[in-house]
């Protein structure tokens, strides 16, 4: 018997916390942000692609993807943010169902799929449950200000480039409030996983 759980949420809704959780509750973590850095290494089909596409200027000196450049490019023009999904996001699913396969090969019974966004991408058949890492949206602007250090107008940008925290949270099959302590939302994970029975 074995479980695949997607994990989502919105942008800075705190997803790397409740995925540290779930690794110490047993969970092995398959994560998306992490592919989609590795499928846009130096040398990568998609960042030869990339660069094709929006220019030299979203290149590092040392030939790596210049993120926060694209970032610039995408969150303000929804275009431009679909175009650069169509040659990532192919590259991503590929490399998180080959990680998922093999984890169920080598005996894995409890896989984690962290994936943002999951709902945006229409990714809900690679999952079995869906776990919303949620927050109030008014919690979620003031931490992006605070983490990327950006004004209001831009934190609003990006939020509003993914579907809502609300809708998301109603979604899912589950949800997790993250706005408290570490100890408030592992108790939650863990009632949801024995409801699931993950864990006994």
Known sequence: MY??????????????????VLIDLGALVIDADKIAREVVKPGSPALLEIK??????????????????????????????????????????????KQKEEALENGHSFIVMDIPLLFESKLEHMVEQILVVYIPQAVQLERLMQRDKIDKQEALNRINSQISIEEKKHRGHAYVNNSGTIQETAQQLELILKKWSIIT
């Open 3 to 20: 479980m695949v759980i997607g994990l989502t949420g919105g942008i800075a809704t705190g997803k790397s916390t409740v995925s540290r």
């Open 52 to 97: 094709e596409e929006f220019g030299e200027n979203i290149l590092l000196e040392n030939g790596e993807l210049d993120r926060k450049a694209l970032g610039h490019i995408v969150f303000q023009n929804q275009e431009a943010r679909l175009k650069l999904n169509s040659i990532i996001h192919p590259a991503i699913r590929a490399e998180m169902t």
